[in-house]
C-alpha cells in the first residue's frame, strides 16, 4: 500500500455531543476528520458501545393540531426503486418550486448551508467516480490515486454519517412536527438513511479491497473496476435520496422560516 494512504475510515454513526465540540447541530456534519494513524482495512459496522441510528418515530414530536396526515396509497417508496416522492408529499413544492428559491427572503442561512452540504456529498462521488474511471484508463496512477480515494472517500463516509444523525435525531422531528401532511415523507427519508448505511457499508468494502492491491495491477484494476460501479450505484441512490429530501425539507422552511430550528 502506497505510503500515508490510509483505509477508509469505520462507517460509523456520528452523533452531536461526540467527538470534537462544533458550533451548531447541522454544521457538526462538516467538522474535520479525524486523522488516521496508519493503514488499515476496517469494518463499517458500529462496534461495541457504538449507538445504533434510531429511527425517526422514537423521536417524532407531536403532529400539529389541526392537519391530517395524509394518506399516500399503497406503494413502493425504497430508495433503489422510487422515481420521486408521491405528489401528496410535493403538495408544498407547488407553492415554493425549486427555481424560485434562491430569490425567496428566506434562502439565505439555513437552506442554502443545507443545499451546499448537499453539493458537497454530490461533488465528491462525483470526483471520486472520476478518479477511478482515470485510474482505469492510466491517466491517473496507483500512488496518485490511493490517497486522494482514502482522504476523499473518509471525509465523505464521515460527514454523511454527521450530516444524517443530525437529521434523524434533530431537524426531521421538529420539521415533522411543522406539518402532518408530510409526516410520512420525513419516514421515508429516515428509511433512506439506513438503506443508505448499506450501500456505504459496500463502498468502505470495495475501496478497501482496491486500496490493499496496490502492488498487483490485475488485482488493482479488477478492485477498481468493482469500486467504480459500486460508485455508481451510491451516486444513483443517494442523489435521489438528497433530491427527495430537499423537496420536502425546504418549502417547509422556506413556508415557516428557520426559528427554533437551531
Known amino acids: 500500500m502506497v505510503a500515508g494512504a490510509p483505509g477508509l475510515p469505520r462507517n460509523r454513526n456520528v452523533r452531536p455531543g ?24 476496517v469494518t463499517s459496522r458500529p462496534g461495541p458501545g457504538e449507538r445504533p441510528r434510531r429511527t425517526l418515530a422514537r423521536h417524532a414530536a407531536p403532529l400539529e393540531r389541526g392537519r391530517a396526515r395524509t394518506y399516500i396509497g399503497p406503494m413502493d417508496h425504497s430508495l433503489e426503486t422510487r422515481p420521486g416522492l408521491p405528489d401528496a408529499l410535493r403538495v ?75 437529521e434523524d435525531d434533530h431537524y426531521f422531528p421538529l420539521l415533522s412536527a411543522r406539518d402532518a401532511r408530510l409526516a410520512r415523507g420525513f419516514d421515508i427519508l429516515d428509511a433512506d438513511h439506513h438503506a443508505l448505511d448499506g450501500h456505504l457499508d459496500a463502498f468502505v468494502r470495495d475501496a478497501n ?20 460501479e459500486g ?32
Open 18 to 41: 461526540e467527538g470534537a465540540d462544533l458550533p451548531n447541530p447541522l454544521e457538526a456534519s462538516v467538522g474535520k476528520a479525524r486523522k488516521k494513524p496508519r493503514a488499515q482495512l
Open 92 to 166: 408544498l413544492l407547488r407553492d415554493y418550486p425549486r427555481e424560485g428559491w434562491e430569490q425567496d427572503p428566506s434562502f439565505h442561512g439555513l437552506v442554502s448551508f443545507w443545499l451546499g452540504m448537499h453539493l458537497h456529498f454530490r461533488d465528491a462521488l462525483g470526483l471520486m467516480r472520476g478518479d477511478a474511471e482515470a485510474l482505469l484508463d492510466r491517466r491517473l496512477d496507483p500512488a496518485s490515486w490511493a490517497p486522494r480515494l482514502a482522504r476523499t472517500g473518509g471525509g465523505f463516509v464521515q460527514h454523511l454519517h454527521g450530516h444524517h444523525g443530525i
Open 209 to 228: 479491497a482496491a486500496l490493499s492491491a496496490l502492488k498487483d495491477e490485475d488485482a488493482l484494476r479488477t478492485g477498481a473496476g468493482r469500486l467504480h
Open 231 to 262: 460508485l455508481l450505484r451510491l451516486d444513483r441512490f443517494l442523489d435521489r435520496h438528497l433530491t427527495d429530501e430537499e423537496e420536502l425539507i425546504v418549502p417547509v422552511i422556506l413556508r415557516d422560516g428557520e426559528a427554533g430550528l437551531r
